[in-house]
């Protein structure tokens, strides 16, 4: 068949079953999870598109009229989408629901990077499941049950990461990006230092130096990059100390760690690669 005829079936099929409950979410471990307890109830849009850094991204003005029509918007807080306020009026879409889901989980300085702890995962996806409740109640057996099923494969990445974990030999890092201290607190490990402390704002030549030297200092092997980011500075810190890069994704969405348990999966094999 010629791929606009796939196409027109295709969206023959979405009209057809009807079910649709719009939901947006700004970044795919979200979009996973609504997918996951959402099922085929739930028609999903992702807002910060994968391969882009949430930080920085700024929504698309064809991406509005999916907000405009949408029940609910899926998204993490803490600061991270920067744009809420503005794509909230912008929208124009009084019966939109905004789901916070860090409400509840106890942050660290702030951070919004509370994703990447499957324990956090398993309570951001009890909070979508319970908005997606809220929003169809004729749901309410359909999102509990896939939820339910959906939290036990979280607790089994848990339990696996832990298990591998115990087995590295070293335990400390530095990152480019500070995506990862939920991850450290949860497992054990230490972000000793984060290269770039905030977007955009590079390290001055004497913070490199400290960070060489510290990392001279506890003999750390290990620096966290992200696929979202040019090691830049890295690099240097790199061969200065004879460290190796890790390039890591905190977001996924992209093939081969398109969802969330993947990704995670991804990242831990990569950590272990540079820990063990
Ligand atoms: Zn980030």
């Keep these: 068949m010629r791929s606009w005829t796939v196409f027109f079936l295709f969206a023959m099929g979405l009209a057809l079953s009807g079910a649709e409950l719009k939901v947006a979410v700004s970044i795919p471990p979200l979009a996973d999870f609504v997918r996951q307890v959402g099922g085929d109830r739930a028609e999903v849009e992702l807002l910060v598109l994968p391969g882009t850094d949430p930080h920085i ?24 989408e920067w744009w809420l306020a503005d794509v909230l009026s912008a929208a124009e879409n009084p019966g939109l629901e905004v789901v916070t889901t860090s409400a509840g989980i106890e942050a660290i300085d702030g951070d919004p990077h509370i994703w990447l702890d499957p324990l956090n995962a398993v309570l951001q996806v009890a909070t979508i499941r319970e908005a997606l409740v809220r929003a169809d109640p004729a749901g309410r057996l359909y999102y509990e049950a896939n939820a339910a099923r959906y939290i036990t494969e979280l607790l089994s990445l848990h339990q696996e990461i832990m298990e591998r974990v115990s087995r590295w030999a070293r335990k400390e890092f530095v990152a480019l990006h500070g995506a990862w201290a939920y991850f450290a607190h949860r497992y054990g490990l230490e972000q000793l230092a984060v290269i770039v402390p905030s977007p955009g704002r590079e390290p001055s030549p004497m913070e490199v130096a400290q960070i060489i030297e510290l990392m001279r200092d506890r003999g750390v092997r290990a620096i966290f990059v992200e696929v979202q980011h040019p090691p830049g500075v890295a690099e240097l810190i790199a061969q200065e100390t004879g460290a190796s890069l890790v390039t890591l994704d905190p977001l996924g969405g992209l093939p081969g760690r398109e969802d969330y348990l993947s990704l995670m999966r991804y990242n831990l094999s990569r950590m272990e690669e540079a820990l063990k």
């Excluded at 698309?60 to 029509?69: D, H, I, K, S, W």
């Design 57 to 80: 991204y700024r929504i698309e003005p064809v991406q509005m009229r999916f907000l405009a029509e949408a029940r609910l918007l899926v998204v993490v807080g803490l600061g991270l």
